[in-house]
């Protein structure tokens, strides 16, 4: 503030006289007032200040008036515990010779204030007196304490920090103990996860294997969608692909036989071995051994074949021995489980065959143990080392039939006019398949002294694996009877044999019965077959009633089991 407005506002140009200061306003701002009794009221051009100013919001207007006076509502001080400041003397003590001393009351709403410049500029600032202390109340004494009790009070304690100096060894302790602490926890936590996720993997494996054996089918009681259906369970017929294969030993002589079976329905593949001492029709209606049979020319002798095994063979694959040998040459060499150790063979040029599982083979001593055979040993085991000499070649055979039938060619063989190396490459080559994905049997048919088959062998070989039986039979041929004698008679067993070939029927031989019988009986399995059933009774000079449906005990379409009760006519 400049000297003429201070001037100006302690002077008063209605009394002519110069104001005193008061004091200051909460704003800093000097307070002047007028040192008579009374102070002239306020001209009424000015308004009733004393009067408007209550009524008045206190936000700090100002009025202006004339001759340059303003007046300024005062704004209330801040309450700091209603703490008040001295007031301004009255009028009283002026006159008693006392200075007038004026204050700043904050309970007071709005003060009337007449500012006029000075001529000359005030003195130093007086410095606001220091506020007073909010007195402190003592606390009250508790009643539940003791009269003599000492009087404790809050504001006579106070939390003064005195620094240790293992403070800051203790704390470190407690954040090691506390790191180590959640480290366990966290190891712990872990361990269970690991041991959670361990379980949860044992369990998908689990569940996974078994559901692979379900669909695989080899859980027990259980057929899965993916299992392959054994033949004997599969319904309606069934189509092979079948060949019969000679195998003629050129140096030492001697024959051996084998049929080769392709099931397309079922996906599978077998090789059947047949004894050299199997019974066998000619075409005069006698019978003969298969390897004499096979040594004469083996005219004849598939068809022979079909009328006993009741099959449908598709050719004559005849294999002499040099061949065999080429055919494992072309495919590298095959492994057997040999079942006994050979010599070697100087004469073929052989060397000896070690006794083990996976035995490698040449060409030479393939062939050497394909036809080796110990002195007053069965035929049985020969056929058995056959079958696994054929079956490691068809392992090594290429899948595709261009490259299987090129492989037959290369070999060199002379076959059958029926069957041509185009068709025995692709038989092959399906074989071949079927024995590297295991789906493949070997079986020996079991033979009587007598050349006939055994009932296990046709029950189990011929009809599930070769799907032998009487509707092998074509439509329009003559039906094949079979003739099992239970008399013991050798007498009546040959002539109900000519009383059947002269009625022109297929002779089927099916040796002795193991106990004698009393009657006869003639059986049937198809309901198509009973009037042949009746003829052939009419033919043997027996009544209808010995005609009943049964399991044939002989691959044949009519079956007449001879007993005691039969005399030929």
Sequence with gaps: MNDRQDS??????????????????????????????????????????????????????????????????????????????????????????????????????????????APEPPGPLAEPEPRPRRAQVPEPRRADSAPDAPDYRTEQFAFIDQPDEDSEDVIDWLKFTESRTERREEARRRGRKRVVALIVVLALLLVGGVGYLWYDGKLPFLDGPGQKKDPAAASGPQKRDMIVVHLHNTKKGGTSTALLVDNVTTQKGATVLVPNTLNVPRDDGTGTALGKAVEDGGLGVRESLDSVLGTHIGGTWRLDTPFLENLVELVGGIEVDTDTALPADEAAKAPAVAQGQKQHLSGAMAVAYATYRAQAEPEAKQLDRLGKVLYGVLRKVPGDPKSATVTVESMGQILDPALNAQTLGALLAKLGEHAKEGAYRTDVLAVKPDGTLTDDSSKNVVKEVLGGSFTAAQAGTAPRVGLKDATGDEKTQIAAKAALLNGGYTFVDGGRADKTQSTTQITYQDDAQRARAVDVAKTLGLPESVVKKAENAVNADVVVTLGKDYKPS
């Design 8 to 117: 100006y506002d302690r002077y008063d140009p209605r009394t002519a006289q110069e104001q005193q200061l008061l004091g200051y306003d909460a704003y800093g701002r000097p307070v002047y007032g007028q040192v008579p009794a009374q102070p002239a009221p306020p001209d009424p051009q000015y308004g009733q200040h004393y009067g408007q100013q209550q009524d008045q919001q206190q936000y700090g207007y100002d009025y202006q008036g004339y001759d340059g006076q303003q007046y300024y509502p005062q704004q209330p001080a801040a309450d700091y515990g209603q703490q008040e400041y001295p007031r301004a003397q009255e009028p009283q003590q002026a006159q008693a010779g006392q200075a007038p001393s004026y204050g700043y009351d904050t309970r007071q709403a709005q003060q009337w204030i007449p500012q006029q410049s």
